[in-house]
């Protein structure tokens, strides 16, 4: 009684630390509270883009503006090179503004750079085309046409007074570390059904109002394809933990964040652009252990376990060989 | 001429419209042994009451109002007047009066008694949001138009200020906990309460398509 009473407790106080260690720091104003006087830890300053109401009134604010409104309602905007049901800002919270959502003052500055991806030096613009392949399952708008030059100057607009070929604080997605257990399918639906189903269905279709997609399809024909990054686990479970759900970015552990990324992206999607014919082809060219291209989610999960091991067995021997992590943007598929 | 006809043709089509649809419920009309009607303080056409501060019920959607009054019966959202109303309704009046209601046009789009720069503050936050104190837009789940998104969002604008203003606070002080996955708990108590006022006077005066803004 007693001793089953103690382990109860212990995974108790175990399953606390867990969570909290899984957290993002809390903001570092409580701890301590040193008299008001000295600040000790103050979080480097993000940078700002400029404010909406700030967009110039003449042809290069006519410019931004469209460059704004394809970005935000994709869907209207730039329809001819949409094949699915999203829209840019789906993935790029608040406009292409929000920090750890791959905001776009952060990308702009990146580029041009080599990508794995492509194999090529990407400029801004075949970057952008990149999304329309993949993540917008369409077909890209050509790189001196109206759409591209007012996404490009939007970019660069909200990129003012950004440091060029920086990797700056809020670039990409939220890395979240390779959780403690293999993530699991069936833990991610419960965490999708108790999180994100209120918004984006019972089977992930979204939600539709007045004609359009008021929350976006995850998976399904209306959702990204089998190219795009948010179909990686891992990109996904960075994205998810930062920014889902609305207003409560945070909230999910390392786990939760894996396990209901792992659920979304073991869906059925449109295929690949990249399809060569050939499945497996296709995914041994252009896929790798972070995506279920392809494979079962207990083959990915026993690459994902043969991975651990072996950057544990890696680590014995040599500690810190993860420091020469360089600033390319791009993701390898 | 042309603005003739189509006066015309508007009054016919409400017409038709009035004809088609079924006679309000009884526990809208005339309440039933302890749930006094419905329309005593939301009206037969679910405008509520911008003094009172009785909310708008028209399109709600019917399983949001169902939830409401659930809650209510089960304690977890409480209000003096709404809580023994709910307790006296059977399924079969919440079905019925969730459907008249969902069937409501919303009402017109409401003045703006507050300052310009007050109403710009709100269009702001509700449009855009915070998202450096991770407040997202009202309407990023409310529908761009703030009009709801079904089957758990409801409509927000055209809603009587006072009544935006007291829920907010509610959620805010932890007196209404009801919410999905304390979704709106977790927006307004970032919310200071100049902003929640400010918020509040902008969804009052927007309403429906059509209905001058």
Redesign the interface.
Known sequence: MNESLGYLLCGLALGAMVSGCDRPPPPATTEAAPAATAPVAVAPARFAPPAESDIPENEFGEAVLLGKNIFVNTQQYAKDFVGNGMNCANCHLDNGRKADSAPLWAAYVLYPAYRQKTGQIDTIQSRIQGCFLYSMNGKPPALDSKEMTALVTYHYWLAKGAPTGVKMTGQGYLKVAKPAQKPDVARGRAIYENNCAICHGANGEGIKARGGYAFPPLWGKDSFNWGAGMHRVDTAAGFIQANMPYGLGGTLSDQEAWDVALFMNSHERPQDPRFSGSVAQTRDQHHDENCLYGRTPEELAAALEKQAEAATAAEKIKPAAEQLEGISPAVSH | MRSTTRLILMGTMVMAASIAAAAPPAIVTQGKGAAIACASCHGVDGAGNAQAGFPVLAQLPPAHFAKQIADFKAGTRVNPIMTPIAMAMSAEDIESSARHYAGQARPKAGAAPADPAVIARGKQLAI??A??R???PCF??H???G????P?FPPIAGQHAAYTVSQLQAWKTGARTND????MK??AE?LTDDEIHAVADYLATIGTPGEGK
């Open positions: 855009n949001g998202w450096d991770d407040v997202p990023k789940c529908a761009v138009d009009l709801g998104i079904e758990a999905p996955q304390t979704l977790t927006v970032k």
